[in-house]
């Protein structure tokens, strides 16, 4: 008889900036990986957007790299980790998309926002969705969505159209089924984050009709098996779903209390489950890290940085060079420039929609090592910002986790614990949110169990601080005084008649 072949998982993590697939065996270790970029268009200032058909191809060329043919028919589950809060409207019969995917850094909704913001509709979404309203959640997109493809709302509510956060999309490539997973759904802003169901006054609120929206379903499905990406023969079940950040948490094992972790992306999370709390606190949001095992769905804290490695790309881009290149001309000092990444406002803690991105502290004499450096620490200081008022709410943290494409380097891993004063203990292995996904699908494949998964050991390489706590205090006064300079102020000290700018919004 022949032996049945060692069973593999496929994780498949669609980011911002690329689609990454890892293969797993069954001892946990990634066994293959591979990569396919997915670029990003900005037609008019403040819009980003995504071609959602350029989205699936990219998940089909990285799981095409990634999966050698002969190994095909050993993998037994997929599971799919996914950039959140981005939306793709498309039609449920063509399949086929309407309109671009609008990213989560997409702030063409911005006035809107104020609007609804200047009407006082902040506390009831927050207090429903856990989410403070803003343009990076998914409930203002979805709004613009249908505004432009669908303004009387006709073939939203006959259920013509559907409407989903990226898993759903790629989700609906498999079969025509439509659900969202609770984590990714949490972040849409027209969940209820406590009962786990859409809420009709936030559908009402933002004009989504309830047909339009795919099934919650729980992180470890029933999801439409996967079809489509060759090498992989049709059907195999896809076991895991959720949300990027989300999936790097359970990578961390962090649904054991203490664990925080921060990853750097595109953007970064500074995330940590919570037990029981229900108010957003501190800035930060309350989402659903995940529901699986017929248990009921796990909240988190989470605090988001709008911009991290984009920070290092944009200024690489403008210097001509690479991300990598740019950091290894970092100098030691930002020798006094501060850079606040605020493109397009400020996200946690400060939410602050019209804070504007700054670069303050030159002289003539400074160059690409200070400007470079300054970069660095504004990452540092953003995710240390959000540390901080996740240390408020849970005590303590001694050590962060650290993960994320970012996170690769070490200059940035140094700045974080010097300018933290925390150990920092980055994952050997950068694509934790594939890698969570893949632990997630290997428990619903029966692989191992979660408590097999708690015990493994995480290879990390630890950076300790080597800054006094004065020297950091100093370094933190004058990251939050670069931050109040590019906060919303009002303009107390010029004469009464010069024009405020609109929509200021304070803390
Ligand atoms: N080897 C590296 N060294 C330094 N920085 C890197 C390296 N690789 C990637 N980056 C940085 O990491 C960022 C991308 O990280 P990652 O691939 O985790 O993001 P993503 O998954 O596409 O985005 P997100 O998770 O925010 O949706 C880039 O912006 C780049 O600045
Ligand atoms: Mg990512």
Redesign the pocket.
């Known amino acids: 008889m022949a032996s049945t072949p060692d069973p593999l998982i496929l994780a498949i993590?669609q980011?911002?900036?690329?689609t990454?697939a890892l293969l797993v065996d069954v001892s946990g270790a990634v066994v293959g990986s591979a990569s396919a970029p997915l670029a990003t268009a900005h037609p008019r200032p403040g819009w980003v957007e995504q071609d959602p058909a350029e989205v699936w191809e990219s998940v089909r060329l990285a799981v095409a790299n990634c999966v050698p043919g002969e190994d095909a028919g050993r993998v037994v589950a997929v599971g799919l980790s996914t950039?959140r809060e981005s939306l793709v409207l498309w039609d449920r019969v063509t399949g086929d998309p309407v309109g671009p995917l609008l990213g989560w850094q997409d702030r063409r909704t911005a006035d809107r926002c104020a609007e609804l913001l200047a009407q006082g509709a902040g506390p009831l979404v927050a207090a429903v969705s856990g989410l403070p309203l803003d343009p990076m959640f998914s409930a203002l997109k979805a709004q613009w969505l249908l505004d432009t493809y669908d303004p009387d709302r006709r073939r939203s509510r006959t259920g013509e159209l559907c409407l989903g956060t990226v898993d759903s999309w790629l989700l609906s490539r498999f079969s025509p089924e439509h659900r969202t997973e609770i984590g990714n759904a949490s972040r849409t802003q027209l969940l209820d984050v406590r009962t786990g169901a859409w809420d009709d006054r936030l559908l009402e609120l933002f004009g989504v009709p309830a047909a339009v929206l795919g099934e919650v379903t729980p992180s470890d499905g029933p999801f439409p098996a996967a079809c489509g990406l060759a090498p992989l023969p049709d059907g195999v079940p896809v076991r895991a779903v959720l949300g990027?950040s989300h999936a790097a948490l359970f990578a961390h094992a962090g649904w054991r209390p203490g664990v925080v972790k921060a990853?750097?992306?595109?953007?970064s999370s500074v995330m940590a489950v919570v037990d029981g709390h229900s108010e957003m606190e501190h800035g930060l949001c309350l989402t659903v890290g995940w529901q699986h095992g017929g248990q009921a769905p796990t909240l988190a804290l989470e605090g988001n940085i709008r911009s991290s490695?984009?920070t290092?790309?944009w200024l690489a881009d403008l210097f001509e060079t690479s991300?990598?290149e740019l950091?290894a001309a970092a100098g030691s000092s930002s020798d006094g420039v501060a850079f606040v990444p605020a493109f397009g406002g400020l996200g946690a803690p400060w939410w602050d929609a019209d804070a504007v991105a700054t670069v303050s502290g030159l002289t003539l004499g400074t160059g690409r090592p200070a400007l470079a450096r300054a970069a660095v620490e504004s990452v540092a200081f953003q995710v240390e910002d959000v540390v901080a008022a996740v240390e408020a709410v849970s005590g303590p943290i001694g050590t962060l986790l650290a993960d994320?494409?970012?996170s690769?380097?070490a200059t940035v891993m140094q700045a974080q614990a010097d300018l933290s004063g925390r150990a920092v203990h980055r994952a050997d292995e950068?694509d934790l949110?594939a890698l969570g996904a893949a632990r997630l699908a290997g428990v619903g494949a029966g692989l191992w169990s979660v408590d097999e998964l708690a015990a493994r050991p995480r290879n990390s390489t630890a950076f300790r601080p080597t800054t006094s706590s004065e020297q950091r205090r100093a370094a933190q006064a004058g990251w939050h005084a670069a931050l109040a300079r590019a906060r919303a102020q009002p303009l107390a000290d010029f004469p009464a008649d010069t024009p405020q700018p609109a929509s200021r919004r304070l803390p």
């Open positions: 993590d980011g911002t900036s690329a990454k950039q990027d990853t750097y992306g595109t953007g490695g984009r290092l790309t991300t990598t950091l994320g494409g970012l690769r380097s950068a949110s």
